[in-house]
């Protein structure tokens, strides 16, 4: 029997993967898709209930021309499926004293044309009297922003590409040891895959498979993220009334009770190293504490709200932020994506564009996502 070789063999499908398959098909290339455990699923960094899509990244163009290209794309999904995978909550920035990365993100919106808007303390006050403004010299608001359903955008995303004609399999992949040219992967039940070209998009997984390359260059860091009950029969936790919110000096940010989940909490901040197969999911009481002294003091209605979920998911970051999106130095017909650092979820589309315009037209490449740049200890400035 002759087994079928694929165009592209792409393993992970989280959102950097189910995009670039979703991508390299529509170019008219033969894809497989493979994940161990499943699109989206719920220890995949992609697998949480909802993700921020903002424009504002400080002075960085790049990202904030990724999130518009992506927006875009993230809508066409949602009219192409017919489910609601975007929730146009805005998104609102609240700035301390000298918060410069704040400043640097509205000078960016400005000069690439994203709608957005200054608000006094005042104005923030008579808009949002569910937030308080202590500590705060003024917003900043993207009212074309807003939330993302992660895990069920991710798995719209995959069965519509099955529609369009790809290939998907429950599978777990061996890590490759060759140095040279790939010819195939294989299973951990022992089956191979043949395919051209391979896309590894395996999230916090990558320095398990590619340990030489990448154990020093991401690093998986345990993040704690909170829903807490709004009090009954008031709305003003939930979109429209509350939108999404960044605090950038405290690193904190929060999502509205969307599709009744609760009104969730999370704090930025790196966490501890984490192992993505065998770490635990159990959030800790400490995190729990920090979340809860910070809603208290922002959301004085919350105050004593019941925790009414809670997860623990994995940041992969690179030294500062930036993706990886290149070719393996050995394995040239290996392509690496990961490094979303916390901030990727928003930016599939345009990966999965990205990885394509790499692959079939050996296109532009951008320094900022190349291995070879990639340093061993972690200094973060995307965020
Ligand atoms: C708590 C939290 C909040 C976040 N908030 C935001 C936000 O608000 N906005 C935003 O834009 N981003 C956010 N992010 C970041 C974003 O979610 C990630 O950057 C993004 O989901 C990474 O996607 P990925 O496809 O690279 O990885 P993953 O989603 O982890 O996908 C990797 C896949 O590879 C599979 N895999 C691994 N090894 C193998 C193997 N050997 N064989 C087969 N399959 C394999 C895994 O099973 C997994 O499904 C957040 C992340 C977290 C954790």
């Known amino acids: 029997m002759t087994r079928k070789t694929f165009d592209f063999v792409v393993i992970g499908a989280g959102v950097f993967g189910a995009w670039a398959a979703h991508e390299l098909l529509r170019s008219g290339h033969s894809v497989l898709l493979l994940d161990a455990y499943g699109p989206a699923h719920s220890r995949a960094s992609s697998g949480g209930e909802s993700r921020i899509i903002r424009m504002g990244y400080g002075r960085d163009a790049l990202y ?3 999130s518009m290209r992506s927006l875009d794309k993230w ?3 949602e009219e192409e499926v017919g489910r609601r995978i975007f929730h146009p909550t805005g998104m609102l920035w609240l ?28 104005e923030l006050e008579d808009r949002y009297p569910q937030i308080s403004s202590a500590g705060i010299e ?14 069920q955008a991710v798995q719209a995303l995959v069965a519509d590409s099955i529609l369009r004609g790809l290939e998907y399999r429950l599978a777990s992949i061996v890590a490759p040891t060759t140095k ?22 395996c999230g916090p997984w990558l320095p398990t498979l590619f340990p030489d390359l990448l154990a020093q260059r991401i690093f998986p860091t345990r993040q704690e993220v909170f829903f807490f009950a709004p009090p009954p029969g008031d709305d003003s936790f939930a979109s429209p009334a509350m939108p999404a919110w960044f605090h950038h000096p405290a690193l904190v940010y929060g999502l509205p009770d969307l599709e009744s989940r609760g009104f969730k909490v999370s704090v930025d901040k790196h966490g501890a190293r984490f192992d993505p197969e065998t770490g635990s999911r159990q959030a800790s009481a400490e995190g729990l504490a920090i979340a809860r002294e910070y809603i208290a003091r922002r959301f004085p209605r919350l105050k ?10 994995q940041y992969e970051n690179t030294s500062n932020g930036d993706f990886v999106i290149d070719h393996h130095p050995e394995m040239a017909n290996v392509v690496i994506a990961g490094g979303g650092s916390g901030h990727g979820f928003k930016h599939g589309p345009a990966v999965g564009e990205y990885i394509t315009e790499l692959l079939t037209n050996s296109g532009i490449v951008e320094t900022r996502f190349v291995l070879a740049g990639k340093s061993t200890t972690q200094a973060r400035n995307v965020f």
Request: charged share 20%; hydrophobic share 40%.
């Open 64 to 66: 904030t021309r990724w």
């Open 304 to 313: 004593n709200a019941p925790l009414s979920e809670s997860r623990v998911c």
């Open 75 to 77: 809508k066409a999904l």
């Open 95 to 122: 700035v301390g004293k000298d918060d410069t990365y704040t400043r640097q993100t509205q000078q960016t919106l400005e000069r690439v044309g994203v709608e957005h808007q200054q608000l006094s303390v005042r």
């Open 138 to 151: 003024w917003a900043l608001w993207e009212p074309g922003s807003g939330v993302l359903m992660a895990r």
């Open 180 to 201: 040279a040219r790939l010819d195939h992967v294989v299973t951990n039940a022992g089956e191979k895959i043949l395919a051209g070209t391979f896309v590894f998009a």
